[in-house]
T-cell receptor
Framework: GQNIDQPTEMTATEGAIVQINCTYQ??????LFWYQQHAGEAPTFLSY????GLEEKGRFSSFLSRSKGYSYLLLKELQMKDSASYLC?????????FGAGTTVTVRA | KAGVTQTPRYLIKTRGQQVTLSCSPI?????VSWYQQTPGQGLQFLFE???????NKGNFPGRFSGRQFSNSRSEMNVSTLELGDSALYLC???????????????FGQGTRLTVV
């Protein structure tokens, strides 16, 4: 089975940095994904890690340590539009298993 | 290119009824996955289809079923609806092949099902 944990909520100030941690225990691992979901909208793909290390994409970076079952999503230079739910998901055999999501609130 | 299209967007049904939801993937995508999203449980995997074959199935009762057609469009059906089936049902489309096939996974806007 899959067990994926991430914090429920985080709050940060505009322009700051926030790090969302995700720990997982899975029976199979073929990659870890981060998705962003605004209220009432579909999740949108942010990043994919399958090897250990850091993947950087503009203001967003994602890190993976397979031996520790750990990943984080780093959001830099926070903007108001970054207020959303961030979902950590692990790919198993032809399916994605999601964490419950972390709601990030950006304050002015 | 056109995105993933789910119909209908909203649906209200009565307990005991059945419902069919539709998902049209991005052109060229052959994999369609279905998820149920509720505030308490988050996104739960229902099943995944590729070339009309179900490749994986989540832990849902047999009342939840699906199928995929030769044009990759997919439907999911829920029979004997219960109040707890009220949720947002999302489908995700991807190429379905290759080591990094999930990097091309795109979600539709979802169908909001309310059971009363």
């Amino acid at each position: 089975g899959q067990n994926i944990d991430q914090p429920t909520e985080m709050t940060a100030t505009e322009g700051a940095i926030v790090q969302i941690n995700c720990t997982y225990q899975t029976s199979g691992f073929n990659g870890l994904f981060w998705y962003q979901q605004h209220a009432g909208e579909a999740p949108t793909f942010l990043s994919y890690n399958v090897l250990d290390g850091l993947e950087e994409k503009g203001r967003f970076s994602s890190f993976l340590s397979r031996s520790k079952g750990y990943s984080y999503l780093l959001l830099k230079e926070l903007q108001m539009k970054d207020s959303a739910s961030y979902l950590c998901a692990v790919k198993g055999d032809y399916k994605l298993s999601f964490g419950a999501g972390t709601t990030v609130t950006v304050r002015a | 290119k056109a995105g993933v299209t789910q119909t209908p967007r909203y649906l209200i049904k009565t307990r005991g009824q059945q419902v069919t939801l539709s998902c049209s993937p991005i052109s060229g995508h052959r994999s369609v996955s279905w998820y149920q999203q509720t505030p308490g449980q988050g996104l739960q995997f229902l099943f995944e289809y590729f070339s009309e074959t179900q490749r994986n199935k989540g832990n849902f009762p047999g009342r939840f079923s699906g199928r995929q057609f030769s044009n990759s469009r997919s439907e999911m059906n829920v029979s004997t609806l219960e109040l707890g089936d009220s949720a947002l049902y999302l489908c995700a489309s991807s190429l379905g092949t290759g080591g990094r096939w999930n990097t091309e996974a795109f979600f539709g806007q979802g169908t909001r099902l309310t059971v009363v």
